[in-house]
T-cell receptor, first 113, second 110 residues
């Protein structure tokens, strides 16, 4: 168990809908990262927050947004969902801002029908 | 061309064999190199972390980085069935973004 908690574990929804994925980092970790894992693209970095502030952005679509709250949990919002958004979404946390050890949650599997 | 190239395999070896995994990359600014292991239906977990070039050993695992060739390797000695997993290389510049390889699926046969 990495100590990172993600909910929900599985989610099935329809195209055009909006979903929110939630992540609780390990106790004491200030950095939260979101990654998308699909069969054809592998693990793709989406966005990083450090102590409530956005620190780095990857290939995150404009339809997606995220935030980190004062209690350090984070949410990833996916809207106007398309079939191609079906993937595993991982949250990871770390103590530091830079590329140290990332602790990954077990992921949220999103299926868009 | 992808920034990080990794042969997806699959790779199947008998128990006790040496497993050899590798990645190549195109970004010469990468300085931090990692190997993650991902079991089915789980998140990746860090195996090895290396800064710049050189070798690093941790038990049965050895990581090698050759920055001049833009090539990194992971060797698993005396492989066990419990080593069956997908192995992902990852690398980063001086910032916060990790670039992952596609992952190599390894099966160690008992």
């Amino acid at each position: 168990d990495s100590g990172v908690t993600q909910t929900p574990k599985h989610l099935i929804t329809a195209t055009g809908q909006r979903v929110t994925l939630r992540c609780s980092p390990r106790s004491g970790d200030l950095s939260v990262y979101w990654y998308q894992q699909s069969l054809d693209q592998g693990l793709q970095f989406l966005i990083q927050y450090y102590n409530g502030e956005e620190r780095a952005k990857g290939n995150i679509l404009e339809r997606f947004s995220a935030q980190q709250f004062p209690d350090l949990h984070s949410e990833l919002n996916l809207s106007s969902l398309e079939l191609g958004d079906s993937a595993l979404y991982f949250c990871a946390s770390s103590v530091v801002q830079g590329p140290g050890e990332l602790f990954f949650g077990e992921g949220s599997r999103l299926t868009v029908l | 061309q992808k920034e990080v190239e990794q042969d997806p395999g699959p790779l199947s070896v008998p128990e006790g064999a040496i497993v050899s995994l590798n990645c190549t990359y195109s970004n010469s600014a990468f300085q931090y190199f990692m190997w993650y292991r991902q079991y089915s239906r789980k998140g990746p977990e860090l195996l090895m972390y290396t800064y710049s070039s050189g070798n690093k050993e941790d038990g049965r695992f050895t990581a090698q980085v050759d920055k001049s060739s833009k090539y990194i390797s992971l060797f698993i000695r005396d492989s066990q069935p419990s080593d069956s997993a997908t192995y992902l290389c990852a690398m980063s510049e001086d910032d916060y973004k990790l670039s992952f390889g596609a992952g190599t699926t390894v099966t160690v046969r008992a």
